[in-house]
């Protein structure tokens, strides 16, 4: 539990020594003033989903009133697909780019789409997401969440209920299990990449035998368990927990063998109509005012001094694993081929 | 003099020409020549079709394709056919009703009827499931719609609207002095029906047969949202895959290259079938129309219609009504779940839902008027033989239909990002492509249209001195207004729902209601999805209702009542 080790005494530290006042960075004004010339950015995002990039935009304009903040909520491989489209046509419409899928990050950083910033806020985010981070500061970790296990409570009961990945193999659960497809999403895929990184691809073979129901987002997941087409699954903390507390029959469970970790990066794009707005923006996701939303939406904290809501355990109480970068940009290709091939679609 | 003498048809002519290269040639050339360019260098090369039907995979999902197409257009026709004689023939009751259900199930989005079915025939807790299990005892219900047959059965559900209307509006065509004569001659209803009314129908059938099909073949949502869980792929979904990263478009490109034959092939064999018998039926505004008694039958007709509409209609509404309202929609109904929450999300924490429905009612509205003029002049001069080649016309008209809409996007997208002509990142690229999309409903229904439209009474016009434009003016658009009407709601309500196309070139700017669906589908949160879907629905039938209003013509009932 690296991260755990990391972040506790880290974070008490830093709540005891500034408390819990908002900060603003340097040279906020200057930059907000040469914002609010641009009006409005636009910020393609596969981070969350649109209720929560809804209220993050909202609680931007609310802090910077006179930007307007227009989000459009993808999954990772769309985003990505308007974006080249856009660039192809030499179109300039988003001045953001938040996308789950990191190897898309490599594929701008070489297309030279991005342009570089090193947010002020830089200082407020928790330390074991640094190594997220570009070292050439074309992006920054803005959002982390949690692939684990999840099911429906009206017909699991909690000592049922998987404990760790490989009991998701067991027969019981033949028909009644869901996960999405890393061909859509950058969390599927990234959990894929893992399980094969933990298990080898005979997990899949064998979850294969258990006919596993396979939506597109991994937010499919929780439309699947709410309607109890399927009874567990690998799903997102976020969606699930948001989901939960409206009031959904679902649960989550933290994998004893490990949540899969997902820290997504956000960058800003060369051709940004709106630059300023979008250094702007950045520095805002960093935030603690942003965070805050973040967390009421279910989404866990990147700000070291924002604490989840109760109900959720904070990252640094979870046993956590993940992939590298490197076997991420190269593993999502290969396993979402093995992918089609062991599920035949 | 001589100008007064000219044929200004020739002049409309040289017109649709240019119009269908910028909507139809130029984006399909575009396509074809990428299918053929290599992806990185742009040289002439043969592996983007190696590479596309290279793999058994790809080529299932072809054969899958194919399948679903024919199986929904049997279906639906099973479905459609039967109802539009009980509405305009016979003497059934509630006729305002079904026809109401059947215009509703053609406004409601295939996309949104699939998430729905899924609540209504999921395998281990639809509701349809439980209901049977709760009935009989059983250990598990018989449905499963994650199945070939339950897609088939989605997308027929909305795909018989086609099949009714183009049905329906040639049996209104036909008088009832063709049945009298079989009746004096000792045919029974029965005989009646399929002797005499349906040969006569037949070209409007086999037209929504194959519209039907295409449709079918062509859609994205539906497949994506049922064939993915199903463990099966069918060809919208397959580009899809090409579409990824890194994106292959040449290999998308020539993958739906065989689909253009299948189209041409289906349009030449509904002109071979058809070519071989005269069905001019129509001879102004003379013959009386009567309704069969049906007797006892009648309910029996009112109870298949009600079944199908069930189907399509009012069991998918009904689910997502309720979770447009449910605070949490797997808890079911009860009142302590009932919020308006939702609806007040969508319109007014997400702004973006409102300029969204402004958008998709004006794109869809002009997209209908521009494929409605343009199919109705193709079709005219088509069958009035006015210039050469005119069978051509045709041909690049019904095209696009077979296209997916994913594809045309990428044609658009490949013919219209660069000079001379840059329309991407505004709202025309998306009404341009809404309008060709739609063309060859448009141009199937004028052609059936003008195809039932006797020419002698045009040639009384001009024999009387009056050009061809004053003959369609005076003769051919009063005589076919009624019509008119209907394709013009046929091809708005497609365009308001339109996903395929549209998610491919929409900006910023430019979002359209379906987009903010699908991007709802796969979010897991259905009470959402269901809120922007009931705007969407809300909307069309209150703007289609006050179209009929305004036209002041009760396109739904009249004839029925009398």
Not at chain 1, 124 to 134: G, P, V, Y
Not at chain 1, 300 to 319: F, I, W, Y
Not at chain 2, 166 to 182: C, K, N, Q, V
Not at chain 2, 323 to 351: C, H, S, Y
Request: aromatic share 12%.
């Amino acid at each position: 539990m690296p991260i755990a080790r990391v972040l506790l005494p880290v974070a008490v530290t830093v709540l005891l020594a500034f408390g819990a006042h908002a900060h603003a960075f340097e040279g906020e004004p200057a930059l907000y003033e040469a914002a609010k010339k641009e009006k409005a950015l636009t910020w393609y995002t596969a981070h969350y989903n649109s209720e929560t990039a809804a209220a993050v935009c909202n609680g931007f304009e609310k802090k910077y009133p006179g930007i307007k903040c227009n989000y459009i909520r993808t999954t990772a491989q769309v985003a990505y697909q308007r974006l080249a489209q856009d660039q192809k046509a030499g179109i300039a419409q988003a001045s953001v780019i938040s996308s789950t899928d990191v190897g898309h990050y490599g594929r701008m950083k070489q297309d030279g789409w991005l342009q570089p910033y090193r947010p002020k806020n830089l200082s407020e985010l928790i330390d074991a997401f640094k190594s997220f981070n570009d070292p050439d500061g074309l992006y920054v970790a803005t959002a982390a969440g949690l692939v684990l296990i999840t099911y429906n409570t009206s017909v699991v009961s909690p000592a049922d209920a998987p404990k760790n990945w490989t009991d998701l193999l067991d027969p019981k659960w033949k028909g009644k299990l869901s996960i999405g497809h890393p061909g859509f999403s950058g969390y599927v895929g990234t959990w894929v990449v893992q399980m094969r990184k933990s298990y080898g691809w005979d997990f899949f073979k064998k979850l294969e035998l258990n006919k596993p129901r396979i939506g597109r987002s991994i937010n499919d997941t929780v439309t699947m368990l709410n309607a109890k087409q399927s009874w567990v699954a690998a799903g997102p903390s976020a969606t699930t927990l948001e989901s939960k507390d409206k009031g959904n029959p679902v649960a989550v469970v933290y994998p004893t063998d490990g949540a899969i970790l997902m820290v997504s990066p956000t960058g800003i794009l060369k051709n940004a109509p709106a630059p300023n707005a979008a250094k702007l923006f950045e520095e805002y996701l960093l935030s603690k005012d942003c965070n805050e939303i973040m967390v009421k939406m279910r989404q866990d904290s990147v700000n070291r001094h924002v604490q989840p809501l109760p109900g959720a355990k904070s990252l640094a109480e979870v046993k956590t694993i993940r992939p590298t970068y490197d076997e991420v940009e190269k593993g999502i290709p290969e396993v979402k081929e093995l992918f089609r091939d062991t599920f035949g679609i | 003099m001589r100008w007064r003498h000219l044929d200004k048809s020739l002049f409309v002519w040289v017109l649709l020409i240019g119009v269908l290269l910028v909507l139809v040639v130029n984006p399909l050339a575009r396509l074809l020549w990428a299918s053929f360019e290599h992806g990185a260098t742009g040289a002439f090369t043969l592996e983007n079709y190696a590479a596309a039907y290279g793999r058994w995979r790809y080529l299932e999902a072809l054969w899958n394709s194919l399948v679903l197409g024919l199986a929904v257009a049997v279906l639906g026709t099973v479905f459609g056919v039967p109802m539009a004689w009980a509405v305009s023939r016979t003497d059934m009751p509630a006729k305002g009703l079904v026809w109401a259900a059947i215009l509703g199930t053609f406004i409601v989005p295939s996309y949104l009827g699939a998430v729905a079915w899924i609540l209504l025939a999921g395998p281990n807790a639809g509701w349809l499931n439980r209901l049977y299990v709760w009935l009989t005892g059983a250990a598990s219900g018989p449905l499963n719609i994650y199945s070939m047959a339950g897609l088939v059965l989605v997308i027929a559900c909305y795909s018989f609207p086609y099949a009714f209307v183009f049905t329906r509006s040639a049996l209104d065509l036909i008088s009832s002095e063709m049945e009298d004569a079989a009746s004096t001659l000792g045919a029974g209803t029965l005989r009646t029906m399929l002797r005499v009314t349906l040969p006569l129908t037949l070209p409007a059938i086999l037209g929504a047969f194959i519209v039907e099909f295409l449709e079918a073949i062509a859609l994205f949502g539906a497949p994506a949202l049922i064939a993915l869980p199903a463990r099966f792929q069918v060809m919208t979904t397959m580009l899809w895959q090409f579409f990824e990263f890194p994106p292959k478009v040449q290999v998308a490109a020539a993958y739906s290259m065989p689909l253009l034959a299948i189209t041409v092939f289906l349009f030449w064999l509904q002109r071979r079938i058809i070519a071989r018998k005269g069905y001019v039926a129509l001879t102004g505004k003379g013959g009386e129309r009567r309704q069969i008694r049906l007797g006892g039958w009648r309910w029996v007709m009112l109870g298949y219609c009600l079944f199908v509409t069930s189907l399509s209609f009012f069991l998918p509404m009904l689910v997502v009504l309720q979770a447009a309202f449910a605070k949490a929609w797997g808890r079911g109904f009860g009142l302590d779940n009932i919020t308006l929450e939702n609806l007040r999300f969508v319109l007014i924490d997400q702004p973006i839902t409102r300029a969204a429905t402004l958008h998709t009612f004006v794109y869809g509205g002009t997209a209908a008027a521009i494929a409605l003029g343009l199919g109705l002049s193709i079709a005219y001069i088509v069958h009035r033989r006015l210039v050469p080649l005119g069978g051509a016309l045709a041909y690049i008209a019904m095209a696009p239909f077979v296209i997916p809409g994913i594809v045309l996007a990428i044609g658009f997208y490949a013919a219209y990002t660069t000079p001379p002509l840059v329309l991407y990142g505004g709202a025309w690229i998306l009404i341009l492509a809404f309008t060709t999309r739609f063309l060859p409903i448009a141009y199937a229904n004028s052609d059936a249209a003008i195809r039932s439209l006797n020419p002698e009474l045009e040639d009384a016009v001009r024999i009387l001195g009056g050009g061809r434009l004053l003959a369609m003016r005076r003769v051919v658009g009063p005589l076919l207004k009624r019509g008119l009407a209907g394709a013009f709601i046929l091809v708005f309500i497609p365009a308001t729902r339109e996903l395929s196309s549209a998610i491919f070139l929409y900006t910023t700017g430019t979002q359209v209601l379906s987009v903010l669906l699908f991007d709802k589908s796969d979010e897991g949160n259905f009470e959402i999805l269901s809120s922007i879907g009931l705007i969407l629905v809300v909307i069309t039938v209150a703007l289609v209702l006050a179209g009929f209003r305004l036209a002041g013509r009760d396109f739904m009932l009249k004839r029925t009542a009398s």
